[in-house]
């Protein structure tokens, strides 16, 4: 049976990621009138040399300056050790594109033309990570 997915729908989506090292990926990037619910997401460190980061962020629309494509950090592990996993399950939304003005009712409404992202980033090479991240995607188009 397939999946709806239509306007009016919510479901509940899985991304894996194997051996994230030495640059950011995407999680999610947004599309126009959805709303992304991050339930979790889980780093298992496969390697993790000393001084080096790994980060969560977003790319989008700072309401408090009124700015476009602006890296927004939410969660930052510096020298977490090999073979340890390091879960976020707080949750949190995210609009799947700017606002066209920086009013309330424009965010909701996502009028702009720039999709908004969840990525994840790692400063070295040897610094690699197994990424899982289980999220809800309501589509209100």
């Known amino acids: 049976m ?7 729908t919510e479901t509940l989506h899985t ?9 950011a990926k995407t999680l999610i990037t947004g599309e126009q009138h959805h709303i992304y619910t991050i339930l979790s997401v889980s780093f298992y460190f496969v ?19 009124g700015a476009s494509g602006q890296t ?16 976020w399950n707080d949750k949190f939304s995210f609009n799947g594109y700017e606002p066209n003005a920086n009013t309330q009712a424009a965010r909701a409404a996502q ?7 969840l ?4 400063t070295n090479a040897s ?5 899982t991240c289980t999220y809800i995607d309501q589509n209100n188009a």
């Open 72 to 87: 927004i950090n939410l969660m930052y592990v510096r020298d977490p050790a090999v073979r340890t996993t390091f879960m």
């Open 47 to 65: 390697g993790a040399p000393s001084g080096e980061d790994f980060t969560l962020y977003l790319t989008g629309y700072d309401s408090a300056a």
């Open 111 to 117: 009028a702009g033309s720039v999709a908004q992202s």
């Open 15 to 23: 991304i894996l990621l194997e051996d994230v090292a030495n640059s």
């Open 119 to 122: 990525n994840v980033a790692s």
């Open 127 to 131: 610094f690699i990570a197994d990424i």
């Open 2 to 8: 397939a999946l709806a997915t239509g306007a009016g």
